[in-house]
């Protein structure tokens, strides 16, 4: 059984308008207000997580309190890369952090002893593998010097959204549903970023990549939280 996500309509609502107004903020080029609300956005769903856990913090608590930390940072880092070309390394190394932190929570459940369909069926690691190795070989001539970090990210994203598929059969199904959705997402956002970076110019790709952005840090924050809000039978909170 599922208790309700304390706030979520407040708090989801204010990172709602957040959104949009930075989406607003990228379609009419108003850099100034992109940097006052970007910034914002990451905090507003680490106030909605907090809400949803007690203490004292789990491990799954604190990589995703870890993840949305280090993905504000890579926001801005990268809102500055085109006054210096090393704050898209910074920010690239930020959301590699991000990632890994996503990678330990989706590891660890709050049903250890359940067999992930992953473990039973290998081969769905298939199409993420496809897809990984064939963006950076479709990239490769593109990217120069950054061939080895952007493919170290590709394969590191890769295991974040693999490891989304892990859950499945270890958590309840509503909370594997946005986990899995958004981490689908999150790969979206970063290959929009490095085809319109390195391959060709995407038209309002600023809109999409934060767009496909703000939908997967919310799904899979969302996602934990019903992980976290799990009862058992003796009618306790379960990690």
């Not at 295991?159 to 989304?164: D, E, I, K, N, V």
Request: contains cysteine; glycine residues 6%.
């Amino acid at each position: 059984m599922q208790t309700p996500i304390q706030h979520l309509r407040p708090i989801g609502g204010l990172f709602l308008l957040l959104t949009i107004v930075t989406l607003i903020s990228r379609m009419g080029d108003w850099q100034w207000l992109e940097y006052i609300v970007k910034p914002l956005l990451m905090p507003v769903l680490v106030v909605l997580y907090w809400k949803n856990i007690k203490p004292p913090l789990s491990l799954v608590n604190k990589s995703i309190l870890a993840a949305l930390f280090f993905s504000w940072l890579g926001d801005l880092l990268l809102m500055f890369q085109a006054q210096q070309a090393n704050f898209f390394i910074f920010g690239l190394v930020a959301f590699l952090l991000a990632h890994l932190a996503y990678i330990v929570a989706f590891f660890n459940t709050n049903r250890p002893r359940k067999t992930s369909e992953l473990m039973k069926n290998p081969w769905l690691t298939i199409p993420f593998l496809i897809y990984c190795f064939g963006f950076v070989y479709y990239l490769k001539d593109d990217l120069g010097g950054l061939l080895i970090p952007v493919s170290v990210y590709a394969v590191v994203i890769t295991t974040m959204a693999m490891m989304a598929v892990y859950r499945y059969g270890k958590v309840p199904y509503k909370s594997y549903r946005p986990v899995f959705a958004g981490a689908l997402f999150f790969v979206l956002s970063d290959s929009l970023i490095a085809l319109n970076k390195f391959s060709f110019p995407i038209y309002w790709a600023g809109v999409w990549i934060m767009a496909t952005y703000c939908l997967a840090q919310y799904l899979i924050v969302v996602g934990m939280i019903r992980q976290e809000r799990v009862r058992d039978s003796s009618g306790s909170l379960t990690k």
